[in-house]
């Protein structure tokens, strides 16, 4: 089998990866459930490469993610479900329903009847989705408010959106200030716990206190308009090049890394801190 620019062959490579007795052993034994950890790594090795700004590394990464969807696909096609092709129709449908303004008629192409589509048209089919999963006896009862949001985003990107789903009927503060205010209780009340704890002993409650902290400040993240994920990876990025000057002192002095004293440490690490980022 040769390699190719058409989609077709990518779907027909992973058939015969699972197909029962000429197939890949490893492909064979995989499930939504096991693929799915890799579907988030190569998502996030995607957006590793344009960080970098990597155009080789992001060519791959992008192959590798949409490998990920042929995968998921065949298995579907495979327990009867649905097959590429009709995933393919889905995401082409929805784009061109969501774009009115842009594929639709005169009145549809208007500047003032695009405005505010968006929401209402998303309304509308997940009032259709409802229906069908109904129809296929995959729900039993009316999801919450906040079911459209997946539990297996990260933390903090699951956090900002169900603050912001909930913000949309009111629940939300007007205000940084007042999350800024509650961001200074949880504090109190993670010290509250620590100070109660049983020495050595790190409790449920010292856990859920310092979650309502990291909650309430991606709260704040959210009101100031910033991204709580990208403001930690910048944060990340500082460490690892602060730490690295910890390093570069260590190799200097010829000594190795952990026979420095925290003193010693501390000091490269404030040299780094006054150099630019």
Same mark, same amino acid.
């Given at each position: ?14 058939a ?27 998502a ?5 490469a344009?960080?970098?700004g990597?155009?080789?590394d ?31 129709? %889905?995401?082409?449908?929805? =784009?061109?329903?969501?774009? @009115?303004?842009v594929? !639709? &008629?005169? /009145?549809?192409?208007?500047? *003032? ?28 009862e ?14 903090l ?25 509650k ?5 109190? %009340?993670?010290?509250?716990? =620590?100070?109660?704890?049983? @020495?050595?002993?790190? !409790? &449920?409650? /010292?856990?859920?206190?310092? *979650?309502?902290l ?15 994920e ?41 040299a ?6």
């Amino acid at each position: 089998m040769t390699p190719s620019r058409d989609i077709k062959r990518l779907i027909e490579i992973m058939a015969a990866l699972r197909t029962p007795d000429t197939g890949c052993p490893w492909d064979l034994e995989q499930t939504f459930e096991t693929i799915a950890p890799y579907t988030i790594e190569e998502a996030y090795e995607v957006a590793d490469a344009i960080h970098r700004g990597d155009p080789v590394d992001l060519r791959e990464e992008l192959g590798d993610l949409l490998l990920q969807v042929v995968y998921h696909a065949q298995i579907a096609t495979e327990d009867g479900s649905f097959t590429f092709g009709d995933v393919v129709e %889905e995401i082409t449908a929805k =784009m061109i329903r969501r774009h @009115p303004h842009v594929f !639709g &008629d005169e /009145i549809a192409r208007s500047a *003032g009847t695009a405005k505010g589509a968006w929401e209402r048209i998303k309304d509308q089919e997940k009032t259709a989705r409802a229906s069908e999963r109904a129809r296929l006896g995959l729900d039993d009862e009316m999801p919450g408010y906040l079911d459209t949001i997946p539990s297996l985003f990260p933390a903090l990107t699951e956090a900002e959106k169900l603050q912001k789903r909930a913000s949309r009927v009111g629940f939300d503060w007007g205000a940084p200030g007042p999350v800024l205010n509650k961001i200074r209780e949880e504090i109190d %009340e993670l010290a509250e716990e =620590m100070a109660a704890a049983e @020495p050595g002993i790190q !409790g &449920d409650r /010292i856990e859920d206190e310092l *979650g309502d902290l990291i909650f309430a400040v991606s709260n704040l993240a959210r009101h100031l308009d910033i991204d709580p994920e990208a403001a930690l990876k910048r944060t990340n990025r500082k460490f690892r090049s602060r730490f690295s000057a910890i390093e570069h002192e260590a190799a200097q002095q010829g000594r190795p890394l952990e026979s420095l004293t925290l003193e010693e440490m501390e000091a490269a690490w404030q040299a780094a801190k006054r150099l630019p980022d």
